[in-house]
């Protein structure tokens, strides 16, 4: 469908759909002047040979999108925001038409190490005006909860498909390397401590297909897969011990009935996400281990809807806000528990800092922000002028 009315000197843009982040793209794209023509990616790949836009834009990168368009010679934006997100490992991201943006800079910086230059770094966002007309008029007091965390518990590969079959000993090396990721690090190195020993047991015994790709090695496709398993464990115990002493909420998905007391149901990241976030003292953020300097849309969520977050740490948390006015961030468990019970008996202070960071959030951080910082890079790019992996990162 299109988005925008027709005019024949605007920019013309498809952007394939995504469940989050791609229509708050297009409300940006449509404010900023472009006719976008918003629509599913499946069976859609051959419009881009029947329409030829402009531009092709992803959330995510897709090999077969960037194939298309480097075929045609248009070019293909694609915004990177999980991880792992495997397609970037393929060789297509190396296409001359394909510019990648990662919400991630170390792993853009890896990729851009491995001879990919067309790479570069950008952060996630928030779209005000669609929060805004969510919160308009809200008062809803039932959702009014001390402290909350909203995150789904979906349980991994790993512990699906391969922790199962394990001997004994291959388990204990896995959970050792598990157990590794509870000390903190800027960096996410576990593939360095992966043997080709440990690769053939795990293939061995588990059946599992384990192997890498172009530019992602077998030992780093592990690590990734033990760095989910780690983050589902450290969920499930961050909870267990703060329900023994605080009052916390939890919404997502069914997963966490077996394992929180304080569950309250699935959260829609549209209707009932920014009410939650609003309404609480405290919303708590549990960034990934395996996830080394980027913020999730957790952090732009929260801080949009006027919420006080309360964040574990992650380099680009620095970068992009600070630490006590716009948000606070926590080193432990214990260190987490002492700073809830504080600010829960300051609510000036609290309600301070949410203001705070939504402020800086408003002047920084919006899909307007991010649109125009991306399309500037491909203009400069195109035209054979000078670009930067990050404007954060010099």
């Known amino acids: 469908m299109d988005d925008t009315p027709s005019n024949t000197n605007a920019a ?18 449509v404010n900023l002047g472009f006719l976008v023509s918003y629509m599913p990616i499946k069976e859609n790949v051959m419009r881009i040979m029947t329409d030829r836009p402009d531009y092709v834009f992803t959330i995510n990168f897709n090999q077969y999108v960037s194939e298309a368009c480097e075929l045609l010679k248009i070019p293909y934006l694609a915004w990177v925001i999980d991880t792992p997100c495997y397609s970037v490992y393929d060789k297509a991201i190396n296409n001359s038409c394909s510019f990648t943006f990662m919400y991630d800079v170390a792993v853009a910086q890896r990729l851009r190490d491995q001879g990919v230059k067309q790479v570069y770094h950008l952060p996630v966002a928030a779209n005000l005006a669609r929060i805004n007309q969510v919160l308009q008029h809200e008062d809803d007091t039932s959702l009014a909860n001390d402290i909350v965390l909203v995150g789904n518990l979906t349980k991994t590969e790993y512990h699906s498909f391969i922790m199962p079959k394990l001997t004994t000993a291959t388990l204990a090396s896995c959970n050792s390397l598990i157990e590794s990721l509870n000390t903190p690090s800027d960096t996410f190195e576990l593939a ?20 890498g790709d172009h530019h992602l090695t077998t030992a780093e496709k592990l690590a990734y897969l033990l760095g989910r398993e780690h983050s589902w464990r450290e969920r499930i115990e961050l909870i267990h011990t703060l329900e ?14 077996a394992f929180a007391k304080g569950y309250a149901g699935y959260a829609d990241h549209y209707s009932l996400m920014p009410k939650i976030f609003k309404h609480a003292k405290i919303n708590i953020n549990l960034a990934r281990s395996f996830v080394e300097y980027g913020l999730p849309l957790r952090v732009f969520d929260v801080i949009s809807c006027g919420g006080f977050l309360l964040t574990n740490e992650k ?21 987490l528990m002492e700073i809830c019970e504080y600010y829960l008996e300051h609510d000036a202070e609290r309600q301070a800092v949410a203001a705070h960071g939504l402020a800086t959030l408003m002047e920084n951080h919006t899909y ?24 954060w990162y010099i």
């Open 315 to 335: 380099q680009d948390l620095h970068q992009l806000f600070s630490n006590g006015k716009d948000l606070v961030i926590f080193r432990d468990t214990q260190d």
């Open 192 to 211: 360095e401590q992966i043997s080709e020993d440990l690769i053939a047991s795990i293939r061995q015994e588990s059946g599992y297909h384990l192997v």
């Open 244 to 257: 023994q002493r605080l009052p916390i909420r939890v919404y997502g998905n069914n997963e966490w009935q």
């Open 12 to 29: 013309r843009i498809i952007v394939f759909e995504h469940p989050v982040v791609a229509q708050d793209c297009v409300d940006a794209l």
């Open 368 to 391: 307007h922000h991010r649109m125009i910082d991306m399309f500037t890079t491909v203009q400069n790019h195109l035209r054979g002028l000078p670009t930067t992996l990050s404007r």
